[in-house]
């Protein structure tokens, strides 16, 4: 079994969805129990990964491996590597915690949990797949069940195709045709990547077109101004479980098929288009920074906020281009910071998303005192406190070294030094941004913590303590993480430098 | 061989003429509709038994002065008769008996099939016209028997169209006829490579030839009952008869063309260029047109001649490997179509129903998975076979990319118009309160799901298994 945890972990929530189809609808104790241990069993298996993942070796790990079809030579190829590796953990994690959110509701129950664990499978498959048709068939079933995750439980988007459609069917098609490109532009019309990624036979021009190709795909899923509009209407909409899959992981979706699709398989084209990341990225971060300060309701705060470590991604990623000019450290630095900060970035929007569901703002004047939670209110404001530190990337916390490690990569890098320098300005606007934030919560309210538990959220306390205590270690001992991508990431540019010399 | 009273040649064939003389001579005296229903069933099964008994023992090819029998015909029929006797169960469990109605179904659904074997088989002009003649009167019959008190202009224009494509279709012949002075198939091939006729006189027949019998298919699909949902039968027997026959008398053609390769040596691109293009064209206007409609029937129909395209695009290439793609194709589209039909059928439309406890009913769950294959979601068939038939495109290179983009194109709208239906369809969820149990009609749905996953995994052994077919009968 140990031989087969990948995959298990991708298809253990297909099971789940079996035994839910077996049970009777109004059951939703026994289907809520089944859905959330097949999270949490693939949470352990998570960990079992994480404990046996040998941080010194380069290449896959847990590999499997098998012939799908002979004429197309399509394989079932699973592995894990530094670059997934967050990714699955971030899925599972996400996962729990949503389906732990969920707990409390009532409604379509059974639908929603069906199509919670088949997206739930379209993730995992995604960022462990190895094989181009795995990669489109997982990221289809990815986008597709999380549009029906939404139309089935939103009344909201009733006689109204929801602008999430649009974007999910323009954003696959986009990709689809990228990765077309990709299986047929090679010589040996191989599916593999590791094996495109390894005699990189593309041509200039064509790896140019490929990589905008996908780009704008990806971009689409990231979201990058000025596809962001679709983010900020789906969060405001949408209930808090949903949310935070949506900003915990969807949008991470981006960042990693660019990565594995983008940076490994088009070399040349990477190393070219660099500066326009770096571009798109302060853009990003100013935009949403700037956003982010005059928004009144704090889901939109979210989004807006999302959108700008989003930026913070982009310029991390852009310091690729150190490779080519060897500045290796430079490269390592930039995209270590980029990787870790899509895991903070995970993190904290899990505890804003949940604050913001506890804080509904107009509400906050109407609390009144309860005495009988006197544990609650001792707890309570340390975390919105901590929340809110981490949130701006106070040192000591986790999101304060991934984007300072995104800023001094791409600062050594010339030509994309300015853009380091221009998005710090990002940085100090949200810093205010959050003190904003700080008076609007603390001001407002002269009561007691407690009372704002309503018994439908009473259970999110024991959510956010673990989240808030993942950043704080990952803040304090960044090494933990990082051990884990760096041999990767050196890998990575050691390609890119290969390539740079040929 | 070659011996006309070989009369085993013809079994199946004089077997659905026996059965479809006993149904009118039953209907005629107003039989009971229990035996009326023993008398339907046991012909289909005993046609079945004669076609795998009589037909399918054929290693290789039996050529006859009226008909062909090979593994590709076999094949084919196999089809039709499945649809026949889908078509026949839809019927006994949706249809309210009226005993003189029921007769004249059976009977025009039984002559229907005959026209589509025959065409399938056909080996000599006249049958082929003959064939095509009597598919498309008894489709004109069985759409006015069921709809009798509709007679609208929409029964003209499906005449208006079917007399279009038959003259088309009877002045090519009489150009054949003309040019090789022979009527049997394989005997008008062989003079056209001993006589050395002009590639490009041979290359325009063919297209007539295609555009004759599309017109055909085109205009029967465009106006079947699709909107009362009580005729599930009609909805599968009467598009798939013709679309399997069509395709059945095409694939001869097409592994006939193949094989005389030499003989094509300088304009075969130009005929894989104008197959593509008419593939292109119909593709592209069934799609777009389907943009304007709403109506779930509608847009479904669009789909169907949409798909046609698809595998007349996979034909173009003109490989053994294209063949049993485009083979492929027609099959996943046919088990897509099937399953749609059958779930609209059991919940009388394209609402999505919930039952009283709130679950989703297994044939609406049924609708959304084969409605989201019809436009190739990933994990469906549908998505399986449209990349083999994308991956093959691309292969083969040259102009065939630019078919590949257009065809892609066409599949995002099309993905898009389904995806707006649906959107609507499921946050306009209705509730039963009596849901009706229908079991075997519940086992048929989920056998189809199950095996549609199968196929959606395992596509690339179906699709070997077909060149193996191909390869037999090429």
Partial sequence: MLNHLLSLNVFLPLIGVFFLLLIKNKNTKIIKTISSSITGIQLWIIFQILAGFNRQKSGLQYVEHSKWTESLSIDFFLGVDGINIIFIALTSIVFFISILTFWKKNKSVKEYLIIFLLLDTGLMGLFLSFDLFMFLLFLGLTLFSLYFLIIVHNDKTKDKFHRLGFVIIIAYSFILLGVLLLIFGNESFSYNMLEISHASSYSHG???????????GFALLFPIFPFHSWLISSITKLPVYINIIILGIIIKIGAYGLMRLGFYLLPYATIKLSPLLGIIGTVNIIYGALCAITQKDLKNMIGYYSIMQIGFVLLGMATIKGGAVNNFQAAITGISGAWFHIFNHGTIVIILLLLSDIFPLNKIKDIKISENKKWASSIFPGIVILTLFAGFGLPGFSTFISSLFCLVGAIQLSGINIFAMISVIGIALNIFCFFKWFNILFSNFSGNFDSIFSETKKHYIFILLPVIFIILILGIFPDIFLSLINISVENLVKLITMFSVK | MNNFLSLNYFIPEIELCLIAIIIYYSGQNNIKKTRLEKITLIGYVGILASLFFFQSSYSHQGFHHLIVINSLTFLFKFFLIVAGILSFLLYNFYNKHVPSSDAENHFYSIVLILGGFLLISANNLILIFLAIEIIFISVF????????????????NISI??????????????????????????????????????ETSVILILLMVFIGIGINIVSIIKYYSLKNFNNSYINILVPIVPIIAGFGVGFRIILTIWNMTDYFENNLLALKFALGVIALLVLTIATLLSIIYKKGSRIVKMNVIAHLGFVILGLSVFSMQSFSVALFYLITFLISYIGVIICTGYDQGFKIKISKKGNITLASFGKILFLLSLVSVPFT???????????????EGSFHYWFVVVGLINSILMLYVVMRMLHKKITNRRKIENFSKKLPLLILIMGLIIFQFYLAIFWESVVRLLESYLNISG
């Fill in chain 1, 206 to 216: 064509f790896e140019i077109i490929t990589f905008l190709l996908l780009f704008i």
């Fill in chain 2, 141 to 156: 019959f069985l759409l006015i028997n069921e709809e009798q008190n509709e007679l609208k202009t929409k029964y003209l």
């Fill in chain 2, 161 to 198: 169209s079917g007399i279009i494509s038959s003259l088309i279709i009877l002045l090519t012949f009489i150009f054949i006829y003309g040019l090789a002075n022979t009527l049997n198939l394989q005997k008008i091939c062989e003079t056209l490579i001993q006589n050395s006729i002009p």
């Fill in chain 2, 381 to 395: 068939i549908g998505f399986s076979s449209k990349f083999a038939l994308f991956a093959l495109l691309i292969s």
